[in-house]
């Protein structure tokens, strides 16, 4: 019994470790799409606390989607990055109709860069998930 939890423990430990180095780049990517894209003077700690933050909401809403992607042994490259894609353009476009922001309409029209970012943050999982597991 001691074995098995000591497994599960591992297993659970290199999924926690692979999402968050998905949620950290694709948190890193956005708050350096919003600095580049925008020409007022924001705060980096905070685009990127609200990135993470966002990006943590995607994941969770990712992990079962996965689970049965992988259960149906589509979980390849291209699926993970199909998913980031689908999942953080479906949640922007989401939060855009919900939110009260001033300059929140904006990603309507160019929530194409952010998808990509999610794209990119789900490859990292994907790869990062990829190499714990053979470790």
Same mark, same amino acid.
């Given at each position: 019994m ?6 599960l ?10 999402l968050a ?8 990517l956005?708050t350096g799409?919003?600095?580049v ?9 905070g685009l990127?606390?609200?990135? =993470?933050?966002? *990006?943590?909401?995607? %994941?969770a809403?990712?992990v079962p989607?996965w689970?049965? #992607? ?7 490259a291209?699926?993970?990055a199909?998913?980031g894609f689908l999942?953080?353009g ?6 855009d ?13 160019t929530f194409?860069?952010? =998808?990509l970012? *999610?794209?990119?943050? %789900? ?7 990829r190499? #714990?597991?053979?470790?």
């Amino acid at each position: 019994m001691q074995l098995e939890a000591r497994r599960l423990a591992g297993i659970t430990w290199r999924v926690l470790l692979a999402l968050a180095a998905g949620v950290a780049s694709g948190s890193l990517l956005v708050t350096g799409y919003i600095l580049v894209s925008q020409d007022d003077a924001l705060v980096f700690e905070g685009l990127m606390l609200v990135s =993470a933050y966002y *990006g943590l909401a995607i %994941a969770a809403f990712c992990v079962p989607i996965w689970l049965m #992607l992988a259960k149906l042994e589509w979980d390849r490259a291209w699926a993970a990055a199909a998913l980031g894609f689908l999942a953080t353009g479906t949640f922007l476009l989401l939060t855009d109709a919900a939110g009260g922001h001033v300059r929140l309409h904006l990603m309507r029209y160019t929530f194409v860069p952010y =998808a990509l970012c *999610g794209a990119v943050a %789900a490859l990292v999982t994907w790869w990062v998930g990829r190499r #714990l597991q053979r470790a």
